[in-house]
């Protein structure tokens, strides 16, 4: 891995434009930020990043089968009690999957290392899909880069596949979002757009429009039926709202299904290292509430040395950086988010994996799952240990 410079198309405002990326610029800062690029080997791709995320996703699959027969668990994970038979009936249904994204730690040595993992409302799959190939082409044509250069990125063409996998032909889906917000429209609009590829009708619904009939069936804005509904809106905040109970009786099918409430959380990461303590990819991670308690499991990991760059604790319900607080080895602060608004959630404990550190800024590895295989990668990175809701978008090449 390695960063190199220099390849900005001189025209790449105008095509993201046009295209409607109208986020390019947040607050003034870039968020789309193409002068320059990663660039891997095919190696370090397939081995590295592709496979390690693929199986991760079998044993985030497992610590699923485990949690959803274990109601302490599901409590630890913040799993209201009212609604635990409808995310474990989900899981035990079969419910199916989409789309999740995998945050690693990978500085071009050693195993990636999993961060967190947002199987539930992760975004960016416009940047990651559509315009970070826009710009492959666009550089190699341009001599930016060289001639054969590749990408891991079949994001949209894995989408449409996996939508015609999991939806009856000619089937109707909502997409929802928050209203008014760029980023999570262009998010559910490429879902759409992958969707309808597939065969498949696809409505765009604000969030606050969706409304429940008196049959107890969920509807849009124009009092159609929602038998389908995708929402760019986390399960755990879905769970919590007044109208949580009436979601199990309305027949409506969910993308993604309950059972996602389990695995966008990062209390996940804690089943995880028990089930598989000591694999190569995971970080030694433990509920807060446990090491007041005692661990042995921490003491070995202790002992190991996981610990020597630091700890990192999180809130098991948290998104962009927020709540997150990086300490040393001394249990000294080496740096927290801003962002206290999930504070009040449960935490865990995770050994400290520092991101590289590459012309002043951190890049983080965004790994695409879609159904249970790893298709794409997007990076992000930032001056600030903790990457946020503003750390830039970064695209990547395989070297020929």
Not at 22 to 37: I, K, L, N, R
């Amino acid at each position: 891995m390695r960063k190199v410079q220099g390849v900005e198309r001189p025209d790449w405002k105008d095509r993201a434009e046009a295209a409607g990326f109208v986020f390019h610029t947040m607050y003034g800062e870039p968020y789309w930020d193409e002068a320059s690029a990663y660039a891997f080997t095919l190696e370090e791709i397939e081995m590295r990043l592709e496979d390690p995320s693929t199986a991760l996703h079998a044993m985030v699959r497992e610590a699923v089968a485990r949690v959803v027969d274990h109601e302490a668990l599901m409590d630890r994970l913040g799993i209201p009690a009212p609604h635990m038979d409808f995310v474990a009936g989900s899981w035990r249904a079969g419910e199916t999957e989409l789309y999740g994204r995998m945050d690693l730690a990978y500085d071009g040595t050693g195993p990636a290392k999993l961060l967190e993992y947002n199987a539930d409302t992760p975004t960016s799959l416009y940047e990651t899909g559509h315009f970070q190939w826009d710009w492959l082409e666009g550089a190699r044509e341009a001599g930016l880069i060289p001639p054969g250069s590749d990408q891991l990125n079949r994001l949209q063409e894995a989408l449409t596949e996996r939508f015609a996998e999991i939806c009856a032909q000619g089937e109707d889906l909502h997409f929802a979002a928050i209203e008014g917000v760029a980023e999570d429209y262009a998010n559910v609009e490429t879902l759409a757009y992958a969707a309808r590829d597939a065969g498949l009708g696809a409505h765009y619904v604000p969030v606050n429009a969706i409304d429940i009939d008196p049959s107890g069936r969920l509807v849009d804005n124009e009092a159609r039926i929602i038998g389908t509904l995708f929402k760019l809106y986390p399960w755990e905040d879905f769970l919590r709202d007044e109208a949580a109970d009436a979601l199990a009786a309305s027949g409506t099918r969910f993308i993604e299904p309950p059972w996602k409430a389990l695995v966008s959380n990062k209390g996940i990461l804690a089943v995880l290292w028990e089930m598989f303590e000591g694999h190569p990819n995971l970080l030694p991670t433990f509920f807060a509430d446990d090491l007041e308690r005692g661990s042995e499991a921490w003491d070995r990991a202790v002992e190991a040395g996981h610990f020597a760059h630091g700890r990192v604790t999180k809130p098991i319900f948290s998104r962009e950086g927020a709540g997150v607080r990086i300490a040393g080895p001394d249990g000294s602060e080496v740096e927290a988010s801003r962002d206290a608004s999930y504070d009040t959630h449960p935490s865990v404990v995770q050994a400290y994996a520092p991101l590289p550190e590459m012309d002043g800024m951190r890049p983080v590895m965004g790994t695409w799952i879609v159904g249970e295989t790893c298709v794409a990668l997007g990076i992000r990175e930032d001056r600030s240990r903790i990457t946020q809701d503003l750390s830039r978008f970064k695209p990547h090449y395989i070297e020929p």
